[in-house]
């Protein structure tokens, strides 16, 4: 049981991890100020870990944790949100036993080594979101969608979307093409030689196309990017000891490797055919998120990422499970210039100085070349060593300026999603949900995304804490 001495000792984000969050059927939101914009019509959904602990045993990382999704809804009589965990096989299994069962990313299944054997992973449902025009996909990379109904985010059940065959998985970091509404989408099987299956499908998630390529080992691959006519994977020198992971003798997290001599290697599909264009290598670095890509005039391909020098962001992801962290772990956002035809890097410039994470430009942007990149980051100040990212901004690269939303001291919030008004195009609105340390209650934010560094355009009160989450998207009407 926590006592109170140590609720006030405890890093004030941390307290959002501490229990598992509460379950809430479809509430009005009552608003704390200003009020909502006219033209916000549809629908925020977000996805992360809901709990970090089952039968008083805690999980082993951050990216363990059950998934809970968030829907806020808005309609002309205001906004009204839900909150309901992913009901995944595990998950229900789990509860019913009020116990963990199955291993994940960052922790072993309870229990001897023999009960350990092979054990497969509790899809954990917990890492982003993808709105189709009939039921909301929560993805996570190492298994299959489960499909949620769009309203009550009640789970409807696992999803092959036409073509996940047994195996196959689908990863949370899909691209869509606004202008001709496909979906790209790849997924990982682990093997001494691992397979990367690439998806396409239509606007409504149907995959019409796939393809299968080798990539060298298992690496950790979490996002990539569509830049153009192409698809581009840069794969970092991380790479798993299978035999310790498949067998129980060790998490897939710890049996991880950072390998820099292995370099970065670059992976280049052409988005008709999903073929492979070209493949490269670059110096070794580590990203978990491409911000965007595009190609210029002269044929390169321009690729912007949040880069680390190496894989420490995993071991602070991982203490962040513990309300406690410890690692520093710096992210810049980096500009990677390469020739699609060869894979060869020709150029990485730092853009930003300041740490860099879930960077995003407007959903009709993904692809091209985009003025603004929304993204999360640290007040200027913030120990990051001991900090979760507690700042929203906005990277204008015809300006060359950074625009920081000021949240406050204590209050922390989530990727920042980018809403177009439903009556005036030209009005861009930012909306977070925001975690406040100081009275523990979390809160949804509506910015002007022309003004971010002025006070929030409203602010919408939730009825129990939202834990940090992951990404999530927004669903107009
Ligand atoms: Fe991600």
Same mark, same amino acid.
């Given at each position: 049981?926590?006592?109170?001495?140590?609720?006030?000792?405890?890093?004030?984000?941390?307290?959002?991890?501490?229990?598992?969050?509460?379950?809430?059927?479809?509430?009005?939101?009552?608003?704390?100020?200003?009020?909502?914009?006219?033209?916000?019509?549809?629908?925020?959904?977000?996805?992360?870990?809901?709990?970090? /602990?089952?039968?008083?045993?805690?999980?082993?990382?951050?990216?363990?944790?059950?998934?809970?999704?968030?829907?806020?809804?808005?309609?002309?009589?205001?906004?009204?949100?839900?909150?309901?965990?992913?009901?995944?096989?595990?998950?229900?299994?789990?509860?019913?036993?009020?116990?963990?069962?199955?291993?994940?990313?960052?922790?072993?299944?309870?229990?001897?080594? $023999?009960?350990?054997?092979?054990?497969?992973?509790?899809?954990?449902?917990?890492?982003?979101?993808?709105?189709?025009?009939?039921?909301?996909?929560?993805?996570? /990379?190492?298994?299959?969608?489960?499909?949620?109904?769009?309203?009550?985010?009640?789970?409807?059940?696992?999803?092959?979307?036409?073509?996940?065959?047994?195996?196959?998985?689908?990863?949370?970091?899909?691209?869509?093409?606004?202008?001709?509404?496909?979906?790209?989408?790849?997924?990982?099987?682990?093997?001494?030689?691992?397979?990367?299956?690439?998806?396409?499908?239509?606007?409504?998630?149907?995959?019409?196309?796939?393809?299968?390529?080798?990539?060298?080992?298992?690496?950790?691959?979490?996002?990539?990017?569509?830049?153009?006519?192409?698809?581009?994977?840069?794969?970092?020198?991380?790479?798993?000891?299978?035999?310790?992971?498949?067998?129980?003798?060790?998490?897939?997290?710890?049996?991880?490797?950072?390998?820099?001599?292995?370099?970065?290697?670059?992976?280049?599909?052409?988005?008709?055919?999903?073929?492979?264009?070209?493949?490269?290598?670059?110096?070794?670095?580590?990203?978990?998120?491409?911000?965007?890509?595009?190609?210029?005039?002269?044929?390169?391909?321009?690729?912007?990422?949040?880069?680390?020098?190496?894989?420490?962001?995993?071991?602070?992801?991982?203490?962040?499970?513990?309300?406690?962290?410890?690692?520093?772990?710096?992210?810049?956002?980096?500009?990677?210039?390469?020739?699609?035809?060869?894979?060869?890097?020709?150029?990485?410039?730092?853009?930003?100085?300041?740490?860099?994470?879930?960077?995003?430009?407007?959903? /009709?942007?993904?692809?091209?070349?985009?003025?603004?990149?929304?993204?999360?980051?640290?007040?200027?100040?913030?120990?990051?060593?001991?900090?979760?990212?507690?700042?929203?901004?906005?990277?204008?690269?015809?300006?060359?300026?950074?625009?920081?939303?000021?949240?406050?001291?204590?209050?922390?919030?989530? /990727?920042?999603?980018?809403?177009?008004?439903?009556?005036?195009?030209?009005?861009? $609105?930012?909306?977070?949900?925001?975690?406040?340390?100081?009275?523990?209650?979390?809160?949804?934010?509506?910015?002007?995304?022309?003004?971010?560094?002025?006070?929030?355009?409203?602010?919408?009160?939730?009825?129990?804490?939202?834990?940090?989450?992951?990404?999530?998207?927004?669903?107009?009407?």
């Amino acid at each position: 049981m926590t006592t109170i001495s140590q609720v006030s000792t405890r890093n004030a984000w941390a307290n959002a991890l501490a229990q598992p969050a509460q379950e809430f059927p479809l509430t009005p939101l009552p608003v704390i100020s200003g009020k909502i914009p006219t033209g916000i019509r549809g629908t925020l959904y977000r996805n992360g870990p809901g709990r970090l /602990e089952r039968g008083g045993s805690r999980m082993g990382h951050w990216f363990d944790g059950d998934g809970a999704v968030l829907g806020v809804h808005f309609t002309s009589t205001g906004a009204a949100s839900v909150y309901r965990y992913v009901q995944s096989a595990g998950y229900k299994e789990e509860s019913l036993e009020n116990r963990l069962i199955y291993p994940n990313y960052g922790m072993v299944a309870p229990g001897s080594i $023999w009960d350990r054997l092979f054990k497969g992973l509790k899809n954990a449902a917990n890492t982003s979101v993808l709105a189709l025009p009939d039921k909301l996909l929560a993805l996570w /990379e190492g298994g299959k969608p489960h499909a949620l109904n769009l309203q009550t985010l009640e789970t409807l059940g696992e999803e092959d979307l036409g073509g996940l065959t047994t195996g196959l998985t689908y990863s949370a970091h899909y691209k869509r093409d606004a202008a001709t509404g496909e979906i790209f989408n790849f997924g990982v099987t682990p093997s001494l030689n691992s397979t990367l299956h690439i998806y396409k499908s239509t606007a409504s998630g149907q995959i019409v196309q796939k393809a299968a390529h080798t990539i060298d080992g298992v690496p950790v691959l979490h996002d990539f990017v569509l830049a153009g006519q192409y698809l581009i994977f840069f794969i970092s020198p991380v790479r798993l000891n299978l035999l310790p992971a498949i067998t129980g003798f060790s998490c897939f997290s710890d049996a991880l490797e950072w390998q820099p001599s292995k370099g970065t290697q670059i992976l280049v599909i052409d988005r008709q055919s999903l073929e492979v264009v070209s493949r490269g290598e670059a110096e070794p670095w580590y990203q978990w998120h491409f911000a965007n890509g595009y190609v210029d005039a002269s044929g390169t391909a321009i690729v912007d990422i949040a880069r680390y020098e190496d894989f420490q962001t995993n071991q602070y992801l991982k203490e962040v499970a513990t309300g406690e962290t410890h690692t520093v772990a710096k992210s810049h956002l980096s500009r990677v210039s390469l020739n699609p035809q060869t894979g060869k890097v020709t150029k990485i410039e730092k853009v930003l100085d300041s740490h860099c994470e879930f960077p995003t430009v407007p959903p /009709e942007n993904v692809g091209k070349v985009s003025r603004y990149t929304y993204l999360s980051t640290f007040r200027p100040g913030t120990d990051i060593s001991k900090e979760v990212l507690n700042a929203l901004a906005r990277y204008d690269r015809d300006t060359d300026t950074l625009t920081i939303a000021s949240v406050g001291e204590n209050c922390y919030p989530s /990727e920042p999603i980018y809403i177009q008004d439903s009556e005036n195009k030209d009005k861009v $609105w930012v909306i977070t949900v925001v975690y406040d340390g100081k009275f523990n209650t979390s809160e949804v934010w509506i910015y002007d995304a022309d003004k971010l560094d002025a006070e929030p355009v409203c602010k919408l009160e939730l009825p129990h804490v939202i834990p940090h989450s992951f990404h999530g998207t927004w669903k107009p009407n």
